[in-house]
């Protein structure tokens, strides 16, 4: 536990890099046809990443890359960040981004979940408009936004919130954060 969120941790099979998950209740877990379920204290059996939401509740994502820390010496005044993004859903997802700086990663508000098209969900079609499949393929798109953030190590956050039946396919390709060197006055 982490101030009273569970939190659990997974490692990557293919990078060896771990992440981290918060709010999940694992008390045992157990991969099965390459779907990982667990075991909560309850007594219940969870598919994990296996849908749009967690037991029915919206679930927020957070992803904070690696801290820049030697590529300029001196404080780094953050201005704007840009995310390169990859997802089906139509239309693109908006996420919220945010500046992180001295190795502590900050809570910003948490952002409206995404809507989107469910594509191939079962029972969301109209009979007489619905094209089985999925609308569109996957889209490439990079957008800068404003952050703000100063420090001698810094990097930028994404955020996006998710609450639909289907799952959300949103891949995160590249971050960049654009910013000043400098001494405050």
């Keep these: 536990m982490d101030g009273g969120v569970n939190v659990s941790f997974a490692a990557n099979a293919r990078t060896g890099a771990w992440g981290r ?6 008390r045992c877990s157990v991969v099965v046809s390459d779907q990982l ?3 909560t204290n309850a007594g219940k059996v969870m598919a994990a990443d296996s849908g749009g939401n967690d037991d029915g509740l919206q679930y927020t994502g957070k992803y904070v890359p690696k801290f820049s820390g030697n590529s300029a010496p001196g404080e780094k005044f953050m201005t704007h960040a840009e995310l390169t993004a990859r997802s089906a859903a139509t239309p693109f997802p908006a996420f919220k981004m945010f500046g992180n700086s ?5 809570t ?3 952002p ?4 989107f098209d469910q594509g191939d969900t079962w029972g969301t079609g109209v009979w007489g408009e619905f094209v089985w499949g999925n609308s569109s393929d996957l889209m490439t798109k990079s957008k800068w ?3 703000r953030g100063q420090g001698s190590s810094i990097a930028p956050g994404v955020m996006i919130t998710s609450n639909s039946t289907a799952a959300l396919v949103f891949e995160i390709l590249s971050t960049q ?6 001494n405050s006055l």
């Design 21 to 26: 998950f918060t709010g999940w209740d694992v």
């Design 37 to 39: 379920y667990f075991g």
């Design 102 to 106: 001295e190795y502590t990663v900050s």
């Design 108 to 110: 910003p508000t948490t």
């Design 112 to 115: 409206l979940p995404v809507v």
């Design 145 to 147: 936004k404003t952050i």
């Design 177 to 182: 954060v654009r910013y000043e060197v400098g």
